[in-house]
Nanobody, 126 residues
Framework: QLQLVESGGGLVQPGGSLRLSCRAS?????????ISWFRQAPGKEREGVSCINRSGSLIVYADSVKGRFTISRDDFRQAVYLQMNSLNPEDTAVYYC??????????????????WGPGVPVTVSS
C-alpha cells in the first residue's frame, strides 16, 4: 500500500499563496500514479479540487479553483504540487492528496481513490 504525505499548508492572509506538496512517505516515485487533491472544510463534504493523470496529459480543476490553482507533477523530485494563488477564506480546509484516478471531480469522486495522505490544514484568514 502506498502511503502519501502532504506538506506546505499553514495560515495565509486572503489574497496570498501556498504550495502544497504530495509525496510517498517511502520515497517512491509517483510517476505511475494519477494523483488527485481533495479538501474538506469543517462540517462539509470532501470535495475534489484538482487531479492529474500519470502522463500529465489530463488535468482537471474544480470550478471553484479554476484560474487560481495549478497542479503539476515533478517525477524527478517525486512529488505532485498544488500551487494555490489568490486564496480566500472559502479555501480554508484540510487538503488531501490521493491515488489513483483522475476524471470528473463529482460528489463521489473521493470514492474512486485508493490511497490517501493524512491531510494538511490550510487556513485563510486575516
Amino acid at each position: 500500500q502506498l502511503q502519501l504525505v502532504e506538506s506546505g499548508g499553514g495560515l495565509v492572509q486572503p489574497g496570498g499563496s501556498l504550495r502544497l506538496s504530495c509525496r510517498a512517505s517511502d520515497g517512491r516515485i509517483l510517476d505511475s500514479y494519477a494523483i488527485s487533491w481533495f479538501r474538506q472544510a469543517p462540517g462539509k463534504e470532501r470535495e475534489g479540487v484538482s487531479c492529474i493523470n500519470r502522463s500529465g496529459s489530463l488535468i482537471v480543476y474544480a470550478d471553484s479553483v479554476k484560474g487560481r490553482f495549478t497542479i503539476s507533477r515533478d517525477d524527478f523530485r517525486q512529488a505532485v504540487y498544488l500551487q494555490m494563488n489568490s486564496l480566500n477564506p472559502e479555501d480554508t480546509a484540510v487538503y488531501y492528496c490521493a491515488t489513483d484516478w483522475c476524471g470528473d471531480l463529482d460528489a463521489v469522486a473521493y470514492r474512486r481513490m485508493h490511497d490517501w495522505g493524512p491531510g494538511v490544514p490550510v487556513t485563510v484568514s486575516s
